[in-house]
């Protein structure tokens, strides 16, 4: 996360987010990608020192972009008795997304915190390159304005959370 958009406000606000869970006794759930660029255990692997899971919060590791993929993530939101959930991390374009959609598709409210997920830019190769401020914002919006039947979406800054 290190190397992404505004990596270190974002770490911050994902910080301050996740104690306000805690201090509401909301559970707090960490999903960390592993994949042959990125071995379990290795350096680049590990989270950022300011991200730091405590021992009752629930850690689910992941190949693919969608946290529900593969894992059993799933299982553990069901143990916990989840309706709803509120997303941040990296990267926006990949694993934010992907698991948005997934949670919607499976049936859960969810709250995107505007200003704690984050990505790289990506340079397309043509001339072109793909901002990672745009990406931010367009899933931002997305979360805003997506309607899904029985569910709620939304997305809010970190400081108008609510739990």
């Known amino acids: 996360m290190g190397d992404c958009w505004q990596s270190q406000k974002v770490i911050g606000n994902i910080v301050r987010a996740v104690a306000?869970?805690?201090?509401?006794g909301v559970p707090v759930v960490w999903v960390q990608h592993e994949g042959d660029d990125l071995p379990k255990d290795s350096?680049?692997?590990q989270l950022v020192p300011e991200l730091v899971p405590a021992a009752e919060d629930t850690r689910i590791f992941k190949r693919y972009p969608s946290s529900f993929e593969e894992t059993e993530l799933e299982e553990a939101l069901s143990r916990l008795g989840t309706t709803g959930i509120v997303l941040a991390g990296a990267q926006t374009n990949w694993c934010i997304r992907a698991t948005a959609y997934a949670a919607l598709d499976r049936g859960y409210d969810l709250t995107l915190v505007k200003d704690a997920h984050t990505t790289s830019s990506i340079d397309l190769g043509n001339g072109s390159r793909l901002e990672a401020s745009s990406m931010v914002m367009d899933l931002n919006i997305a979360m805003?304005?997506?309607?899904?039947p029985g569910r709620q979406t939304t997305a809010v800054e970190s400081d108008e959370l609510a739990f």
């Open 144 to 148: 805003k304005w997506l309607s899904y």
């Open 20 to 24: 306000r869970a805690r201090d509401s």
């Open 43 to 45: 350096v680049a692997w």
